[in-house]
């Protein structure tokens, strides 16, 4: 028998994991903006102030600044961590609702399983330049339908490439699918 309260808790740290992946998502929008606006270069320069933050352990300052070549790498790449930690915290969600997955999916909430879980195998292991390593036996295809969006995945033809939004869906379809996600495991445990 599920623990709802871990469920609840695993439930929570997704919602709050996918709030974290909108701030990076608004992060990299407000950063990336046109370097020709008006306000592009005064933002490049206030960001690159010599900037002391001090935490609890001692005053760390930062002197170096951020070119807008590094700035749009790093942001990028905090989008990926995001994303990287929704998928397994949502794959944690899962397995504490007893979710086993499905190979293949039968349905459209095993297919969804399934697609978080491979994106929590890519991510897991390699964040900061992931290349897709997908086993033999989950090397389907599987049909994803998600608010009247259908999206079809050949994850053998992914296979050792490198990760591209694109071959999930894009961001947009990966909330809409954790969002359908966490919508699944509540109406499992009868949680609104």
Known sequence: ????AKIKYALQDAE????????AIRLEGYCNRDPRSDSFPNFLCEFNLPHSCNLPEGIVTYNIP???KDIMKHTGMAISIALGVSAQIINRAYEQAGVKIVIPPTDPPGAVRFYINQIRNLLQHTVGD????????KQIIIELNINNNKFNIDF???QGKEFEYSQIGGLRFWLDAADFAIRHIKSIIKVN
Not at 1 to 4: C, K, N, Q, R, V
Not at 16 to 23: I, S, T
Not at 130 to 137: A, F, R, V
């Open 1 to 4: 028998m599920p623990d709802i």
């Open 156 to 158: 053998a033809s992914l």
């Open 66 to 68: 951020f070119s807008e």
């Open 16 to 23: 709050d994991a996918l709030r974290y992946l909108e701030f």
């Open 130 to 137: 992931p290349m897709w390593d997908i086993i033999p036996k």
